[in-house]
């Protein structure tokens, strides 16, 4: 089992950006790739970023591509989200995930472990 914890989000202008973190606990961080998902008001739960556990490999929805970067520190066990330009619709509920495949993948449900999420909110 591993816990997860996001932190991170707030209230920003449009064209602004937001560092998110999630520190893991529990079983060893590098076994997991990471991904982080969001769900915006009367939206369904999508995919945002992916990564290795490694690092190496990342993945991102077109949505974000070119303006998000993830990361991850496997010394400190955290993955990170650098949201850049960020857009109203970046409006949501952001969520870290955690899947021990070997691959990394834009599937919620190949995610076996989740954090409580933090709000990011986007003004105009």
């Known amino acids: 089992q591993v816990q997860l914890v996001e932190s991170g989000g707030g209230l920003v202008q449009a064209g602004g950006s937001l560092r998110l973190s999630c520190a893991a606990s529990?079983?060893?961080?590098?076994?997991?790739?990471m991904g982080w998902f969001r769900q915006g008001p009367g939206k369904e739960r999508e995919f945002v970023a992916a990564i290795s556990r490694s690092g190496s490999s990342t993945y991102y929805a077109d949505s974000v591509k070119g303006r998000f970067t993830i990361s991850r520190d496997n010394t400190k066990d955290t993955v990170y989200l650098q949201m850049n330009t960020l857009k109203p619709e970046d409006t949501a509920v952001y969520y870290c995930?955690?899947?021990?495949?070997?691959?990394?993948?834009?599937?919620?449900?190949?995610?076996?472990?989740w954090g409580q999420g933090t709000q990011v909110t986007v003004s105009s």
């Open positions: 995930a955690a899947d021990l495949s070997l691959t990394i993948t834009a599937m919620a449900a190949e995610y076996e472990h």
């Open positions: 529990g079983r060893t961080f590098s076994r997991y790739a």
